[in-house]
């Protein structure tokens, strides 16, 4: 199974400042405001769909291993001018993943890797690739040796324990203590 989605778009995303406008009417005497998605952000996020569903199918990427755990999403922009924001692009960008390429935009973690200008060809490159931690542990051989040196000495059945579920989440939790370096099960049952 791949972990890497790899994009390469010819079109910068829309601007957070182009992507919503704001909208009026009046009900029972009272304003009500509402957004809208502008059009040029609908043309975009149409074109870009399409594109990433073409590329799901070339690089047999499956969105499901999305679902659990955070990714990153590597960017490098290729932008027309200095004075443009290149964290305006991510709203659109994120949202136009969702359901194509990732499950659901709030395990995305985007950061910028780099800011080039180019005026005859504004692009950008992106990279989506899982996170090196695992909950509240940071790395895959932390959560191993939290298992190991905890789970697996534990009367309570591993697949049932909410404190080992919540911190593979990345919650807090008063049960977990760290001491000398180690993450310790303070309600482990020998």
Known sequence: MKERFIIQYDILPV???NYLRPSATIKDDKAVIHMYETMEAKNWKKRF?????????????DMSITSDGHWYLDCIF???RTNQDNNNYYKVLCDSLTGTVIVDDKNVLVR???VMYDTK?????????????????KDEEQFNQFQNSNCFQCKKNVDKCTIL???KMGRIQQEISVKNGLNICEKRKT
């Open 121 to 137: 060809s504004p692009r950008f490159v992106a990279v989506l690739k899982p996170v090196e931690y695992t909950g509240i542990f």
């Open 49 to 61: 769909i399409a594109y990433c569903k073409r590329e799901v199918k070339k690089q047999q990427w």
């Open 165 to 167: 579920k919540k911190a």
């Open 78 to 80: 290729y932008q027309s």
């Open 112 to 114: 910028t890797q780099k």
């Open 15 to 17: 601007s957070v400042n």
